[in-house]
């Protein structure tokens, strides 16, 4: 008997809220902008598919993945907004770096969401390759931004 594949990033529409009321911020790591662009379009097809306006998504763009959770804060204290999505990818290569950005990107979005009343989505790939990347960014996984938004969305409704 065939296993039949799910596309982990299908949801269904009538457990999400509809997101007409928030205003929501990603913002996008520049490196690997390939994999990051395809998290991107996942997200914001999401975001509207759910009721978002497009004119209150922000997109803020910054050099790296450990630029993230300061992009993230600086977003949450000039902009109003009701969730903030952090998109990036880290492929591992042959040294310790990919270890350090991405524990620091996950502790640093993490720190966030103690210290501040508006909920962040760590959307940051950490693959091995280039391969796994694809497949998780619009390919056979699905698309981690998608899920990105409407765990945002199911955030930015939390206590309403």
């Not at 809220?17 to 913002?27: L, S, T, W």
């Not at 790591?29 to 998504?57: Q, V």
Request: proline share 2%; glycine share 10%; net charge negative.
């Amino acid at each position: 008997m065939a296993i039949k594949k799910q596309n982990l990033s299908d949801y269904d529409k009538t457990t999400v809220p509809n997101a007409k009321d928030f205003r929501f911020g990603i913002v996008v790591s520049e490196w690997n902008e390939n994999i990051t662009e395809g998290l991107y379009n996942g997200a914001i097809e999401a975001l509207l598919d759910c009721g978002a306006k497009e004119e209150n998504i922000i997109r803020w763009n910054v050099p790296g993945s450990f630029e993230l959770p300061f992009g993230a804060k600086k977003m949450i204290h000039t902009q109003k907004v009701d969730a903030v999505i952090v998109i990036g990818s880290v492929i591992k290569g042959e040294t310790m770096h990919f270890d350090f950005v991405c524990g620091a990107a996950a502790q640093g979005i993490m720190d966030l969401n103690v210290k501040t009343q508006t909920p962040v989505i760590f959307c940051v790939l950490t693959d091995n390759n280039m391969d796994q990347a694809i497949a998780r960014s619009g390919g056979s996984h699905g698309n981690k931004g998608t899920e990105a938004a409407i765990a945002a969305i199911k955030m930015a409704n939390l206590g309403n």
